[in-house]
T-cell receptor, first 110, second 112 residues
Framework: TQLLEQSPQFLSIQEGENLTVYCNSSSVFSSLQWYRQEPGEGPVLLVTVVTGGEVKKLKRLTFQFGDARKDSSLHITAAQTGDTGLYLCAGWANAGKSTFGDGTTLTVKP | DTGVSQNPRHKITKRGQNVTFRCDPISEHNRLYWYRQTLGQGPEFLTYFQNEAQLEKSRLLSDRFSAERPKGSFSTLEIQRTEQGDSAMYLC??????????FGPGTRLTVT
């Protein structure tokens, strides 16, 4: 069974602070996605990383895929209250099935 | 809006009843996925279709669960003889590329 562990489980910060959340596994993934989910809604895709060592930036969000394609991180610069939500990572070992972590719940306080 | 749609958004049923959920994927997407999510956890894979073929099914899916995708378009997920442990958010996602998937808003099932 391929498991993805996300840390921290909960994170509460003030608006304007920086933060990093992590997604780790002992398994190698062909690709990894990050999603943000709000209560009562489905996850929204933020980014896909495919190549080991890859770094992608999306405005204030920076995503990195580990060299060995076993782990990933999401860094948010100058967090805003609108960044509040559940951040999920999902790894793919084949085309049919993805494995999700249990997420990091981020609260950004004004 | 051309995103993934799911109906109903909420379903309350009594234990022992059957329920059916529908998912309409993004029109050009040939892959369709069903997940289940409970509070405090990430989505848990249930099953996957490529066009009308069901290619993978989780071992967690008991015989009470069945999914179909006739003609490779919309999909239905049926749960027979519901149990309280079936209470969860049921998520549908579709994709065209090999890995990226786009989720619908989910169906919240409550079994009383």
């Amino acid at each position: 069974t391929q498991l993805l562990e996300q840390s921290p489980q909960f994170l509460s910060i003030q608006e304007g602070e920086n933060l990093t959340v992590y997604c780790n596994s002992s398994s190698v993934f062909s690709s990894l996605q990050w999603y943000r989910q709000e209560p009562g809604e489905g996850p929204v895709l933020l980014v896909t990383v495919v190549t080991g060592g890859e770094v992608k930036k999306l405005k204030r969000l920076t995503f990195q895929f580990g060299d060995a394609r076993k782990d990933s991180s999401l860094h948010i610069t100058a967090a805003q209250t609108g960044d509040t939500g559940l951040y999920l990572c999902a790894g793919w070992a084949n085309a049919g099935k993805s494995t999700f972590g249990d997420g990091t719940t981020l609260t950004v306080k004004p | 809006d051309t995103g993934v749609s799911q109906n109903p958004r909420h379903k309350i049923t009594k234990r022992g009843q059957n329920v059916t959920f529908r998912c309409d994927p993004i029109s050009e997407h040939n892959r369709l996925y069903w997940y289940r999510q409970t509070l405090g956890q990430g989505p848990e894979f249930l099953t996957y279709f490529q066009n009308e073929a069901q290619l993978e099914k989780s071992r967690l899916l008991s015989d009470r669960f069945s999914a179909e995708r006739p003609k490779g378009s919309f999909s239905t997920l049926e749960i027979q003889r519901t149990e309280q442990g079936d209470s969860a958010m049921y998520l549908c996602a579709s994709s065209f590329s090999r890995y990226e998937q786009y989720f619908g808003p989910g169906t919240r099932l409550t079994v009383t």
